[in-house]
């Protein structure tokens, strides 16, 4: 089993910034890849930003060149650094990690962005 914490949302103007982290426990030796979802009201949930244990990042279309992703291994923790934040960037954000072929969610962290 493992267990996700996240941290950082919060509401924040057009343009701003915000920082999510994640924090793994449990059976956290080998997790492959962890990563960020998000789920807008009426939408499905989306990938944000992924990255595999051995470095290969992968990024949704609409946050490349804004957003970046950063995971510390040793720690068993990922980041995600938001800028220049669009209202269409308004969602609960999901922390995710694969692990031994399961997958594990965050509680989720709400993100807005509005003037």
């Known amino acids: 089993q493992v267990q996700l914490v996240e941290s950082g949302g919060g509401l924040v103007q057009p343009g701003g910034s915000l920082r999510l982290s994640c924090a793994a426990s449990?059976?956290?030796?080998?997790?492959?890849?962890m990563g960020w979802y998000r789920q807008a009201p009426g939408k499905q949930r989306e990938l944000v930003a992924a990255q595999s244990s051995d470095g290969f990042t992968n990024y949704a279309d609409s946050v490349k060149g804004r957003f970046t992703i950063s995971r510390d291994n040793a720690k068993n923790a990922v980041d995600l650094q938001m800028n220049s934040l669009k209202p269409e960037d308004t969602a609960v954000y999901y922390c995710?990690?694969?692990?031994?072929?399961?997958?594990?969610w965050g509680q989720g962290t709400q993100v807005t962005v509005s003037s």
């Open positions: 995710n990690a694969l692990h031994s072929g399961h997958v594990y």
């Open positions: 449990g059976s956290t030796f080998s997790i492959n890849t």
